[in-house]
């Protein structure tokens, strides 16, 4: 993939290819372009283009208090799936929860995207909780994983 770039948004532009990326793939929980700004000020955001064309994005939540324990979240658009970017943004939010001193990482996935749950479980994740929010109807799947 010499093509893939990743990079962190840094700018209007970029935080609004995060967002569209988020919102295209969440569509019951769509942020603003203030809500990215906020995120982007306390996790680590990147936004991945395969060539010039937007293709996905990635949070990392940084550890929390004793727990040691980061979230990360890989999204691709759909158009785009099968093709080993989910993976990159994966490793890439992996790697950089490890830098942070994680010993377990978290993700959440939406119900209805059947690929992401397939990637997290092929991935060693273990389901923990499904919930549904207030005023939405499609369940979230907490997953996690341990460190070794």
Do not use: K
């Not at 060539?51 to 949070?59: D, E, K, Q, R």
């Not at 040691?68 to 080993?84: D, S």
């Amino acid at each position: 993939m010499t093509d893939l770039r990743i990079r962190q948004p840094d700018d209007d532009a970029t935080l609004r290819d995060w967002q569209h990326v988020h919102n295209a793939t969440i569509p019951a929980h769509e942020l603003s372009l203030e809500e990215v700004r906020e995120r982007a000020g306390r996790n680590r955001l990147e936004v991945a283009y395969l060539g010039a064309v937007l293709v996905g994005c990635s949070t990392v939540r940084p550890p929390t208090d004793d727990t040691r324990t980061a979230t990360v979240i890989a999204r691709v658009l759909a158009a785009h799936r099968g093709r080993g970017l989910g993976e990159e943004l994966y490793a890439r939010g992996l790697s950089h929860a490890r830098e942070l001193g994680a010993g377990v990482v978290e993700t959440v996935v939406l119900s209805s995207n059947e690929d992401g749950l397939r990637f997290a479980l092929r991935h060693g994740f273990v389901e923990t909780e499904r919930y549904v929010l207030p005023g939405e109807t499609v369940p979230w799947v907490d997953l996690r994983l341990r460190l070794g």
